[in-house]
């Protein structure tokens, strides 16, 4: 089975990261991409580059997938979600769904 590779938006919390890659999941942040301050459409575009999921805090993602806008996928999260539940979440999707699952697709934790 293919697994999801994440694409950390600029504000997700260096914990999570840690989670994740401490349970050996690909995580690749806006600074490994040199991609700080970058518009959230040009986020969008290297990530389905990348064949990468977005994971985000920030609604303007979903108004760019529901404009039709291509995506790899994008998992959004409410600011008040605590980083456990953030790691439980995206490790729930990354051991349930592959990536053309996630193509064009949005989760909400």
């Known amino acids: 089975m293919d697994r999801i590779r994440y694409y950390m938006d ?3 919390a260096k914990a999570v990261i840690r989670g994740l890659r401490q349970r050996g999941v690909d995580v690749m942040t806006v600074v490994d991409a040199d991609m700080l301050g970058a518009k959230d459409q040009e986020h969008l575009n290297f990530a389905f580059r990348e064949c990468r999921v977005i994971f985000t805090q920030d609604d303007d993602f ?3 997938a529901a404009k039709g806008h291509p995506h790899a996928g994008i998992v959004y999260s ?3 979600t605590s980083v ?3 790691i439980q979440g995206l490790m729930l999707i990354y051991q ?3 990536p053309k699952e996630m193509a064009n697709h949005c989760e909400f934790l």
Request: proline share 7%.
């Open 62 to 64: 979903l108004q760019l």
């Open 78 to 80: 409410p600011q008040h």
């Open 10 to 12: 600029e504000h997700v």
């Open 84 to 86: 456990r539940e953030i």
């Open 96 to 98: 349930v769904l592959e």
